[in-house]
Structure formats: C-alpha cells, structure tokens
C-alpha cells in the first residue's frame, strides 16, 4: 500500500485532472490506498487540493530555476522546459481553476510569478533567434502550457505514449502545425 504523501499527491494529481468532483473515496481508490490513509495524510478535500498545488507550484519553479541558470544554447535550454512538461500542464489544468486553489491568495501570487518567468524564458528564445519573433512572448507561453496541458491529458488517457509527448510539444513550439 502506497503512503508516500508525495506519491498520493501524484496519483491525485491526475484523479482531479480527468474528474474534479472526485470524492476523497474516489481519489484514495485511484491512488491505491485507504480512504482513512489518504484522511491521516491530508485531512480535507481543501488541504489535499492545496497540497496539490503547493507540489505543482514547486515543481515549475523548480524546472524554471534549472533553466534560469543554465547557460547552454537555448535549444537545449527549452529542451529542458519541454521535457519536464508536466508541472506546466498540471498548473493550467488544476491550479488555475480549482475554486479551493483559485481562492488562495499565494498560490495565485506565485502561478502569476511563474508564469512571468516563462514569459521570460520565451523572450530569451525570442532574442536567441529560436522562437518567433512575430508573436508576443506571452502567446508563446500560453501556447507552451496550453500545448503542455493538452500531452498531459492525452497521456492520461492513453491516447500518447509519455516518451512523445515532449517532442509533439517541441514540434509544434518550433515548427507549428504546417506540413
């Protein structure tokens, strides 16, 4: 029996992103515990919705803090925001509109702060040459995390496998969707 909070917050994660009024009896099935496990580790719906967030907001800030630093040629840079997609996804699926997260004034301040760095990280591939220069950095960053939510939940349901989904995003994040 799984009782790693972390690992019930991943399997929750995805439990509220394919059905949002999931029970916390729902959610401890899916994640393969008890119901009265999933209630020692987070004792309300609310706080297990926050915990979730709290992991998503490190998660990007964690990716976003790899790619701040790194000084490699900005391809390799976005390989690695594209690679580790998934707190992307998993903000705009969840933290942007779950009412118990959309509520919480800190976990709002820092979607928006994460948001800025990537807005940031696409004018830097604006000013590298490798992304448009056409379009505002804001669309770009929109499109990534719209792109990201989208392999997300196409993975979930199985219709791609985990290993493509990096290189659809990068593919229509460079390329678009032209022949």
């Known amino acids: 029996m799984r ?22 009896q729902v959610i401890a099935a899916r994640a393969g515990i008890s119901r009265a496990t999933l209630v020692r580790l987070f004792p309300t719906r609310k706080l297990l919705v926050q915990a979730m967030a709290e992991k ?7 990716v976003l803090t790899r790619t701040e630093a790194d000084s490699a040629p900005m391809d390799q840079v976005l390989g690695v925001l594209v690679a580790e997609y998934t707190p992307f996804a998993q903000l705009w699926n969840l ?19 994460i948001f800025i760095r990537t807005v940031k990280l696409m004018e830097r591939g604006q000013k590298s ?12 960053a ?4 719209g792109l990201a939510e ?10 791609m496998g985990a290993r493509q989904a990096p290189d659809f995003i990068n593919a229509i994040l460079l390329h678009g969707a032209a022949a």
Not at 11 to 21: G, N, Q, T
Request: with cysteine; aromatic share 6%; charged share 25%.
């Open 95 to 113: 933290v942007y509109v779950d009412p118990d997260v959309s509520g919480l004034p800190e976990a709002s301040t820092r979607a928006k702060a």
């Open 129 to 140: 040459g490798l992304l448009r220069h056409d379009m505002p950095a804001t669309w770009l």
């Open 150 to 159: 989208t392999a997300w939940e196409l993975t979930l349901e199985g219709h």
């Open 142 to 145: 929109s499109t990534f995390c």
């Open 3 to 24: 009782t790693d909070a972390a690992e019930v917050l991943d399997s929750a994660i995805a439990v509220l992103a394919k059905d949002r009024a999931a029970s916390m």
């Open 56 to 62: 998503i907001l490190d998660d990007c800030d964690r």
